[in-house]
């Protein structure tokens, strides 16, 4: 990627970040925090102007602090009296989605990704916005076989502590024997739903080229999925194991 370009897409960041504060915090009281004028901010916040290369810079290590990825998940994960929380407002916030997969075009440049792969359904959205964000195919496995579609892969898998079965079907020509497969997923729980894309990327006879996810629980999950030694995992944010959802 040129120079220009990767600061474009550092500029543009920076802009997300902001209006992400915006959401939270006056202008007045961003002002105070970056030291910015606020007829400034608002600007930069409406798209009227981009901040400059430095500028952005040190714009953006401010609001990161304030409002970046980890942050705001976060903060948004509050969990109710029996210990389950509603990610409705993390999957559905585009602001965090794109943050989402600007951080994963960062932590997988310069490794060969050819598509992403996810479960339906929380996991599309992200999913979606990560193979924008590296300008990739996106393949989804369905629990429901789709009608015109004349193959498919499967994969059968037992939902822990629970004795059902669930599969996920992935079109036979949704993935090629020389694709390199990201999986994504909004959150990682059990690690089953995972170790089955794992398993279709294997019977398509495709390379997995890593895991992405925003929330995993606990570290159990990490034995359930199986990945080719070096192949690289990245979760921005973990939970205990007690803080199940």
């Known amino acids: ?3 220009h370009a990767e600061d474009l897409k550092l500029r543009l960041m920076t802009i997300e970040l902001l209006r992400t504060a915006k959401k939270q915090y006056t202008y007045r009281e961003l002002s105070s925090k970056t030291g910015l004028p606020v007829t400034v901010l608002s600007r930069y916040a409406k798209g009227h102007v981009l901040p400059n ?8 290590r401010t609001l990161s602090k304030m409002v970046g990825l980890h942050v705001e998940l976060r903060r948004r994960i509050v969990f109710n009296k029996d210990g389950y929380f509603n990610n409705t407002n993390i999957i559905g916030d585009f602001n965090i989605l794109r943050q989402a997969a600007h951080h994963a075009l960062a932590t997988f440049a310069g490794k060969r990704v050819t598509k992403i792969l996810t479960a339906a359904v929380d996991g599309i959205p992200l999913a979606t916005m990560v193979a ?3 300008g990739v195919g996106l393949a989804i496995a369905k629990r429901n076989k789709e009608v ?5 892969l499967e994969e059968t898998y037992v939902l822990r502590d629970s004795g059902i079965t ?3 079907y992935l079109p036979k020509d949704a993935m090629k024997r020389r694709d390199s497969i990201l999986i994504v997923d909004d959150m990682i729980k059990t690690g089953e ?4 894309l794992v398993n279709l990327v294997h019977k398509a006879r495709a390379e997995i080229s890593g895991v992405y996810a925003l929330i995993a629980v606990g570290n159990e999950w990490q034995k359930k999925i199986k ?3 070096g192949c690289p995992v990245e979760v921005v944010t973990k939970l205990r194991a007690r803080e199940k959802s």
């Open 148 to 152: 015109g579609v004349p193959a498919f």
């Open 53 to 60: 290369t430095e500028r952005a810079r040190l714009l953006g």
């Open 193 to 196: 739903t995972q170790a089955a």
């Open 227 to 229: 990945l080719p030694r």
């Open 132 to 134: 924008n964000s590296l």
């Open 166 to 168: 669930m599969t996920l």
């Open 1 to 3: 990627m040129s120079t």
